[in-house]
Nanobody
Framework: QVQLVESGGGLVQAGGSLRLSCAAS????????MGWFRQAPGKEREFVAA????????SYGDSMKGRFTISRGNAKNTVYLEMNSLKPEDTAVYYC?????????????WGQGTQVTVSS
């Protein structure tokens, strides 16, 4: 099994920034992608961003492009999400996930989530 622990959520004013972190431990895979998703109350889970094993490939949800940046740590088992110009509609629980077969494949492991609240 893979354990994922997110951190860095909190309350921020609109226009502010937050940096989320996620550390993976447990079972390892030769290469795996990591991603971020979010879910706001009453809404479906939404794709935020993903990054390949080597970090050379990234993808973003449309509403995050230009504001959010995903990156991986040197040890590859950590992923970060830098969020800038935050808006109230970014308020959600943010989840980290692992896709063992690489970017574009299914996410089989999920963290518990971290709350991000953006006040207007």
């Amino acid at each position: 099994q893979v354990q994922l622990v997110e951190s860095g959520g909190g309350l921020v004013q609109a226009g502010g920034s937050l940096r989320l972190s996620c550390a993976a431990s447990g079972r390892t895979f030769s290469t795996y992608a990591m991603g971020w998703f979010r879910q706001a109350p009453g809404k479906e889970r939404e794709f935020v961003a993903a990054i390949s094993w080597g970090g050379g490939t990234t993808s973003y949800g449309d509403s995050m492009k230009g504001r959010f940046t995903i990156s991986r740590g040197n040890a590859k088992n950590t992923v970060y999400l830098e969020m800038n110009s935050l808006k109230p509609e970014d308020t959600a629980v943010y989840y980290c996930a692992v896709a063992p077969s690489g970017i574009g494949s299914s996410y089989d492991y999920w963290g518990q989530g971290t709350q991000v609240t953006v006040s207007s």
